[in-house]
């Protein structure tokens, strides 16, 4: 077994762990910092991010976007010091120019996440940091100076260790460093999907695969609205999808018996659909239901609207009662769907827990009961919302533990 040393050892070369081996190096004085990367390359997530555009930050983010028990004092106490603007600041330094849109997503100025990973690669490589891939790491002992970090050809002896093994949501369906957290004891929070597409009962949902519409959503348990949202849902065979949707999915992953009510017209009330209704219905009476919504909605929304508000598509426009078109109209802004808690993690973009923070101090991501260990990025019970909230976490988190080295 080969032995050797370094001043700190970063387990994980995702997006929390290169902006820690990248700041540890900036304030270290020449000292050895190593990247250890499962993977046969570091940053692979990072590219597939934001569909191939990184959504790395957002601005004015606040803890009000991110869940896990206790995320609020950590995100406010952390982003006093790294908030969004201090990330792209130390980005901008780097020579990454950003662009945001309307909403405040942040990404790259060339739209390519290659650049985000590209720049933080090549500062580190400056920086003489070395990225170790495809290591697979057997066992971590406490020891008198550190660590020792043992992998299948050698022992690595480090005073910082930093896990940054990220979550469960992973595309290329890794195992996780789960594993690795469990040897050191600590609390955990278990881990579900989360920014999922959310599955829903029945069948109703077949034709309209590929479906998209502009809506508001709301997610309903026990009779209370949990949250809602605006955007673009997108039809599944068996799931609504879209970011206003994956921004519902934490909570309905992990309850049973949640709704999601659909709105189509959320800037109408209930009467003034009723008036629609009435002069299409007039304009269409020689014709049957299936074509009320023609020039309103797609023809297969149409159609599963008239079949949820318990009607034949076939009916005579003329034959509709007063009470058929009340039902008729309330549907449009309350379409129902009963959701489906789903544990795997397949298609979800971040795990919604891991280790409980109260677990790390808030100011500096080392641990309390282990001396010189780290937990950043994804791998802590911290989750954002849709919207560059988690890549702003895992840089945020990178940068302060980097910081703190
Ligand atoms: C498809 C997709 C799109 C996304 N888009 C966005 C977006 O646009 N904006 C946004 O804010 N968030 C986005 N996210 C979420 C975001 O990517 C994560 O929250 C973020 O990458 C977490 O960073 P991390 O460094 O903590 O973990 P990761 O980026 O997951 O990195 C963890 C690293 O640790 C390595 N590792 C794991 N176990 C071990 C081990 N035992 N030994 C050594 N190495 C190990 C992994 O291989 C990986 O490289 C997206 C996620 C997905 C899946």
Excluded at 213 to 227: M, P
Excluded at 279 to 294: M, P, Q, T
Excluded at 324 to 348: G, M, Q, Y
Excluded at 383 to 394: H, V
Aim: net charge positive.
């Amino acid at each position: 077994m080969k032995r050797r040393n370094t001043y700190a050892a970063i387990i994980g070369g995702g997006a929390a762990g290169l902006m820690c081996a990248l700041r540890a190096a900036e304030n270290s004085l020449g000292q050895k910092i190593i990247i250890l990367e499962k993977a046969d390359r570091v940053g692979k997530k990072l590219l597939v991010t934001g569909n191939g555009r990184c959504n790395l930050s957002h601005i004015g983010a606040s803890a009000k976007s991110y869940h896990g028990e206790g995320s609020e004092d950590l995100i406010n106490i952390l982003f006093k010091k790294y908030s969004p603007d201090a990330v792209l600041e130390h980005f901008h330094r780097l020579g990454l120019m950003t662009t945001d849109d309307s909403e405040g997503r942040v990404y790259p100025r060339s739209n390519l996440a290659t650049s985000v990973l590209d720049i933080l690669r090549m500062r580190l490589s400056a920086y003489g940091v070395e990225e170790a891939c495809g290591v697979d790491i057997r066992e971590i002992r406490k020891v008198r100076s550190g660590y020792e970090v043992i992998t299948e050809d050698e022992i690595i002896t480090t005073e910082k260790l930093v896990v940054a093994v990220g979550g469960k949501a992973d595309y290329a369906g890794r195992e996780s460093g789960a594993q690795l957290i469990k040897d050191f004891g600590l609390a955990t929070t278990k881990p579900t999907p989360s920014l999922s597409p959310v599955k829903v009962e029945g069948d109703s949902l077949r034709s309209l695969k590929g479906v998209r519409v502009s809506a508001q959503v709301s997610l309903i348990h026990g009779g209370e609205i949990i949250k809602a949202e605006r955007g673009e849902v997108q039809f599944t065979e068996n799931a609504l999808s879209g970011i206003c949707i994956f921004n519902l999915s934490r909570y309905a992953n992990r309850h049973n018996g949640c709704e999601i009510a659909v709105a189509l017209l959320p800037e109408m009330s209930v009467d003034e659909i009723e008036d629609e209704l009435t002069r299409r219905l007039k304009l269409n009476r020689n014709g049957v239901l299936s074509d009320l919504f023609v020039g309103l909605f797609h023809k297969n929304i149409g159609i599963a609207l008239i079949k949820a508000a318990g009607l034949k598509p076939s009916k005579n426009c003329k034959d509709i009662s007063n009470k058929e078109l009340k039902v008729l109209a309330d549907v449009i802004n309350n379409w129902r769907f009963k959701t489906i808690p789903r544990h795997d993690f397949k298609n979800a973009q971040v795990t919604a827990g891991g280790v409980n923070i109260r677990e790390i101090n808030h100011h500096t991501f080392e641990t309390k009961r282990h001396k010189g260990l780290y937990i950043i990025g994804e791998a802590l019970d911290v989750d954002g919302d849709c919207g560059g909230y988690n890549l702003q976490f895992a840089f945020a988190s990178g940068m302060c533990a980097g910081d703190h080295l």
